[in-house]
Structures are given as structure tokens and as C-alpha cells.
């Protein structure tokens, strides 16, 4: 069983910034892949990033420029730095996760998310 827990979120006011993370834990053989998404009300969860084992990373279009993933593989954790906010990167931010177990097979599993709000 995998446990993914997200922080790092909080109110923030338009051009601020904030650093999330989401730490990994439980039993696996390896994470393939973390990624965030984040959802606002009313709308549907979008991607917001992901980053492979290689450290190879890859962005939604919202954020490309202003966010950037990054990860510690030894910690199990991946990070997303939020720059330049603005009230529409207001949102619920999820982290999933892709690993796999000891027997091969590949589950994904979601935190929990933390908030990030942008106002002034």
C-alpha cells in the first residue's frame, strides 16, 4: 500500500509564490512517475506536471514558465515550485503517483491535496 501525502499549500497574494511537496511512502519496489493536478471548483482536475524516474518533467500549458517539478528520489518526494500566482492557479493541487510492487504490477495512488489560494 502506497501513502501520498501533499503540503506546502496556503494564501498567497497575485505574483507570490509557494513550494509544495509531496512525500511518498509505504510499500513499493519503485515510483515510475509523481505528477500534480489541481482542481478549482466547478471545473474538472487538470494537469499541472509530472516527472518521470529520469527526472524528465513535462507541463500543462496553464503553468509552463511558472511552476517547476522537481524530485528527490531517494526521499520518495517530489516538489512543485509555484511562481508568479495568480487568482486562476487558485485550486485544490493533488499529487499521484505511479509505482510499482514488488510483484510487477503498476498502481497508482492520490493524496489527499493542499490548498493554494491566490488573492489579494
Not at 512543485?80 to 509505482?99: G, R
Not at 510487477?104 to 489527499?112: A, C, E, M, T, V
Request: with cysteine; aromatic share 10%.
Amino acid at each position: 500500500q502506497v501513502q501520498v501525502v501533499e503540503s506546502g499549500g496556503g494564501s498567497v497574494q497575485p505574483g507570490g509564490s509557494l513550494s509544495l511537496t509531496c512525500a511518498a511512502s509505504g510499500t513499493f519496489f519503485s515510483i515510475d512517475y509523481m505528477a500534480w493536478y489541481r482542481q478549482s471548483p466547478g471545473k474538472q482536475r487538470e494537469f499541472v506536471a509530472g516527472i518521470v524516474a529520469n527526472k524528465n518533467a513535462n507541463y500543462g500549458d496553464a503553468v509552463t514558465g511558472r511552476f517547476t517539478i522537481s524530485k528527490d528520489s531517494a526521499k520518495n518526494t517530489a516538489y512543485l515550485q509555484v511562481n508568479s500566482l495568480q487568482p486562476e492557479d487558485t485550486a485544490v493541487y493533488y499529487c499521484a503517483i505511479k509505482s510499482k510492487t514488488w510483484a510487477g504490477s503498476s498502481h497508482d495512488s492520490w493524496g489527499r491535496g493542499t490548498q493554494v489560494t491566490v488573492s489579494s
